[in-house]
């Protein structure tokens, strides 16, 4: 039970953070024809090995749920791209010392940031349809990321961008 509690409490802390995704499909895609799946075999995620490996399975754990099983011949194959960037500082405190006098003016001022600038990792995960050889459907999430993390917290994060992604998946008409 308390492990549970732990668990919850973690991932109601990490789910605060914003994950936004976008979302692109083939609209003459019919998605019931897609029952089985594969990743490609030289993905480079760019995830490290254990993130790789927690993301991976949180994603076969949800495509599961949703009826689709992993398949040696798959109907598709699974793409997944991350990229981490600094995002610039939003705030900062302005310092202004100025004088006047006798028809002359001066000033001076500088921008102080506050906090400090945010890094922000990016994921996307491409459906491949590869006897037509397209793409039919994908996902693009932007979440906030820190490398220290535990692994526990990792773990709640990756879960929480796997729930977001899928969230939309099959598209509604």
Same mark, same amino acid.
Do not use: H
């Given at each position: #039970?308390?492990?549970?509690?732990?668990?919850?409490?973690?991932?109601?802390?990490?789910?605060?953070?914003?994950?936004?995704? /976008?979302?692109?499909?083939?609209?003459?895609? /019919?998605?019931? /024809?897609?029952?089985?799946?594969?990743?490609?075999?030289? #993905?480079?995620?760019?995830?490290?090995?254990?993130?790789?490996?927690?993301?991976?399975?949180?994603?076969?754990?949800?495509?599961?749920?949703?009826?689709?099983?992993?398949?040696?011949?798959?109907?598709?194959?699974?793409?997944?791209?991350?990229?981490?960037?600094?995002? %610039?500082? !939003? *705030? *900062? #405190?302005?310092?202004?010392?100025?004088? *006047?006098? *006798?028809? #002359?003016?001066?000033?001076? %001022?500088?921008?102080?940031?506050?906090?400090? %600038?945010?890094?922000?990792? !990016?994921?996307?995960?491409?459906?491949?349809?590869?006897?037509?050889? !397209?793409?039919?459907?994908?996902?693009?999430?932007?979440?906030?990321?820190?490398?220290?993390?535990?692994?526990?917290?990792?773990?709640? !994060?990756?879960?929480?961008?796997?729930?977001?992604?899928?969230?939309?998946?099959?598209?509604?008409?």
């Amino acid at each position: #039970m308390k492990k549970v509690l732990i668990i919850a409490l973690i991932f109601g802390i990490v789910s605060c953070a914003p994950i936004k995704v /976008n979302y692109d499909y083939d609209k003459e895609t /019919n998605f019931d /024809n897609y029952k089985t799946y594969n990743y490609y075999g030289d #993905m480079k995620t760019g995830l490290s090995e254990l993130d790789t490996k927690r993301f991976l399975e949180g994603i076969d754990a949800k495509l599961e749920t949703l009826g689709i099983t992993y398949s040696e011949t798959p109907d598709f194959f699974i793409d997944i791209k991350s990229t981490a960037f600094q995002s %610039s500082q !939003q *705030s *900062s #405190m302005g310092v202004g010392v100025g004088g *006047s006098g *006798s028809n #002359m003016g001066g000033g001076i %001022s500088f921008g102080i940031p506050i906090g400090q %600038s945010n890094i922000t990792r !990016q994921i996307t995960i491409d459906f491949v349809d590869e006897n037509l050889k !397209q793409l039919f459907w994908q996902a693009v999430s932007e979440s906030s990321y820190s490398p220290n993390r535990i692994p526990k917290e990792r773990e709640a !994060q990756l879960t929480a961008i796997v729930e977001k992604i899928f969230s939309q998946y099959p598209p509604k008409p």
